[in-house]
């Protein structure tokens, strides 16, 4: 009795799958062809995303090699930004010393610091003796650090609190949510960084492993660069569900034209039309746009960053960040300030507007960009300037166009300059401007 109930259902499934056999016999041809047009649609789709390849390179290091630092020409109109807690003071003069050290002790920019409650007396006696520049103490006003006008508070905060609990990381930091806010949009026109057209932006905690022997602002402006970077991550899916999509439809329903640096932050879909379109509710895959094509979710680490204030100050960002706010994204998820800038970045400008400073040696958290030292008389070894700036790192070869680091402290072979940790995506957001594509990985990326 028991056996012949288990033989039924089998009985079932045997009938089902000869019947389902005997169907693609006798379609074959069909199937065949079928399966063929959507392996050729398909490849065609992923075509679209293939990023072209420049004849020259579009963003190649501003210098390669030590400079004389030029203390006396004249300087851009620029200031290194840091906000900070009162409490980070510590890790705040560690960044301080480290930025003079190996840059502003020669070319003297101001600092200024934001805060979203009063300076202690602490912090700003310490501080004020850190910096060879003039040093700006700002507190920001409860507009600038808040919840946007409108928004149920409370809802927020039901949100934050679930975040909290789903362990998604800082998601239940009401203050992280109102930081990437604020660096987000509201940042941009601080009347402290109102006399200035570029900022870089600092951190505490933050290491500076090379000298930077020339002005990167200087450099920026006379290379017609906006947004400058280090490193490029891939963000943690959950915290940003939603951002891709918002993003995306307010690039189709302006018609902006698509770059290759977005290209670049897109994973084509390999569902054939028309199931494309349907795929992203189907299986909720997330940080898709409405035709299935998904975010690859890298993005600039904003914690450094040397960019044009005039940009995000501009209309379009401007309304893409309103538009942002009014969803309340920034607090029902936990959407950075990063991702912003970078979606933004790359649907609003050609790939050659951005800059790698692939020179530039930095180390925050756990990520490091390492720079290999340029070789031999690339160091200037007589200096009188760089005398303080001692390297211990290995120098690179003559004939490695990756050996450009000046009087780097880090080792290169051992981090950054194999950028070797699984979440680096700097390669990929760095494609667009490269006219030499090494090794079949960078050539399949391309495709993927
Ligand atoms: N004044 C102030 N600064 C903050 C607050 N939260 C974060 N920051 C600053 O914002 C920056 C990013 O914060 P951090 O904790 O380093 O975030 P992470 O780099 O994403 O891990 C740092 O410069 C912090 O000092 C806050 O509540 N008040
Ligand atoms: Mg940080």
Not at 52 to 72: G, I, T
Not at 363 to 371: A, G, K, N, S, V
């Amino acid at each position: 009795m028991l056996l012949r109930n288990i033989n039924l259902p089998r009985a079932g499934i045997s009938h089902i799958l000869r019947n389902f056999l005997r169907f693609l016999r006798q379609y074959r041809i069909a199937l065949l062809l079928l399966v063929l047009a959507a392996t050729l649609e398909v490849s065609l789709h992923a075509r679209k995303y293939s990023i072209p390849r420049p004849d020259h390179d579009l963003d190649k290091p501003f210098y390669s090699r030590c400079q004389e630092p030029a203390v006396n020409q004249s300087r851009e109109d620029a200031a290194l930004v840091m906000l900070v807690r009162n409490w980070e003071l510590e890790k705040a003069l560690k960044t301080v010393h480290s930025i003079e050290k190996h840059f502003n002790k020669w070319f003297h920019y101001p600092i200024v610091f934001l805060n979203d409650v009063p300076w202690t007396d602490e912090f700003m006696e310490r501080m004020k003796e850190a910096p060879s520049g003039e040093v700006v103490f700002d507190v920001l006003t409860p507009e600038e650090w808040s919840f946007p006008a409108g928004m149920d508070a409370e809802a927020a905060r039901e949100s934050i609190d679930r975040q909290g609990k789903a362990g998604i990381l800082y998601g239940g930091l009401e203050s992280y949510h109102h930081m990437c806010r604020f660096f987000s949009g509201k940042f941009y026109n601080v009347p402290a960084l109102r006399p200035y057209k570029w900022y870089w932006r600092i951190e505490p905690d933050v290491e500076f492993h090379c000298a930077i022997t020339y002005d990167p602002f200087l450099e920026m402006a006379r290379h017609d660069k906006v947004y400058g970077f280090t490193i490029a991550l891939t963000e943690l899916p959950r915290t940003c569900p939603t951002l891709f999509r918002r993003i995306s439809d307010f690039k189709e329903a302006r018609h902006l034209p698509t770059t290759t640096l977005w290209k670049a932050m897109i994973s084509p879909s390999w569902v054939p039309w028309p199931l494309r379109g349907m795929s992203s509710w189907l299986f909720n895959t997330g940080h898709t746009d409405r035709h299935g094509d998904s975010w690859n979710l890298c993005h600039y680490w904003s914690n450094f960053e040397i960019a044009s204030l005039d940009f995000f100050r501009g209309k379009e960002y401007q309304e893409l960040v309103r538009s942002l706010d009014n969803t309340g994204g920034f607090y029902h998820e936990r959407w950075g300030d990063a991702d912003v800038h970078s979606l933004a970045l790359a649907m609003l400008l050609d790939a050659r507007y951005i800059h790698h400073f692939q020179d530039i040696g930095y180390h925050h958290d756990i990520f490091t960009q390492c720079p290999v030292n340029a070789a031999g008389e690339k160091q200037l070894p007589r200096s009188e300037s760089l005398v303080e700036n001692q390297p211990w790192a290995p120098e690179g070869r003559h004939d490695d166009p990756n050996a450009i680091g000046c009087r780097c402290e880090c080792d290169a072979a051992v981090r950054g300059g194999t950028m070797d940790y699984s979440g680096y995506c700097t390669h990929r957001l760095t494609l667009p401007n490269r006219a030499t594509r090494r090794s079949w990985v960078d050539l399949a990326v391309t495709w993927f």
